[in-house]
């Protein structure tokens, strides 16, 4: 017999609460990145709430102040920014076991090889929460060329708040190592 329980609600904090945001950054490791101090956005992330949406805008620009990057009208610009925001549902089906039956609680033998009427019996709950991914690209403004591409990725949550967290704690992972330290041959 198996006996299937859905507890979205009461999992999905849990969830939510053990994933970090993961993190993965690319650049062109032929460009100099001390030559862009200035950008523009040419793409904004939409998302279903348009505050999160500014929240993002916001972390990435505090990141790059905090770099010595400045946002600019797009003729004066260095670098443009474009970011994308998707999300995705998950399930995950979690079973649990009893251990009884054949070589159960009891040992073997036990009730003619099972120990009872309920033997073997499992519980499963099934789980659904959604996974959000933020990319992040900064492109040569003049060549129109990629020189450096983000992508973090997290559970979302029902709570604003945590998001947000999520939001920042991913972005800032995300310019840790901005912009990237390129080494410099000397003939």
Same mark, same amino acid.
């Given at each position: 017999m198996r006996t299937v329980k859905m507890f979205c609600w !009461?999992?999905?904090p849990f969830i939510a609460a053990c994933s970090g945001v993961e993190v993965h950054t690319d650049y062109d490791a032929a460009v100099d990145f001390t030559h862009y101090k200035t950008y523009f956005w040419t793409k904004t992330p939409t998302t279903k709430n348009p505050l999160m949406a500014d929240?993002?805008?916001a972390e990435i620009d505090g990141q790059l102040f905090a770099k010595g990057w400045r946002k600019v009208p797009? !003729?004066?610009a260095d670098a443009t920014i474009a970011a994308h925001v998707t999300t995705?549902?998950?399930e995950q089906i979690n079973t649990m076991y009893n251990n009884v039956g054949p070589g159960g609680w009891y040992g073997p033998g036990f009730a003619g090889g099972w120990a009872g009427a309920?033997?073997?019996v499992s519980t499963s709950t099934v789980?659904?929460?959604t996974v959000g991914?933020?990319?992040v690209d900064i492109l040569d403004a003049k060549a129109k060329k990629g020189i450096w591409h983000a992508t973090a990725e997290g559970t979302v949550t029902d709570d604003p708040q945590q998001n947000q967290k999520a939001v920042a704690d991913g972005v800032a992972k995300?310019?840790?190592n901005f912009p990237p330290l390129i080494a410099v041959s000397k003939p």
């Open positions: !009461a999992v999905l929240r993002i805008v797009e !003729a004066k995705q549902e998950h309920g033997a073997g789980s659904y929460f991914t933020l990319l995300m310019f840790k």
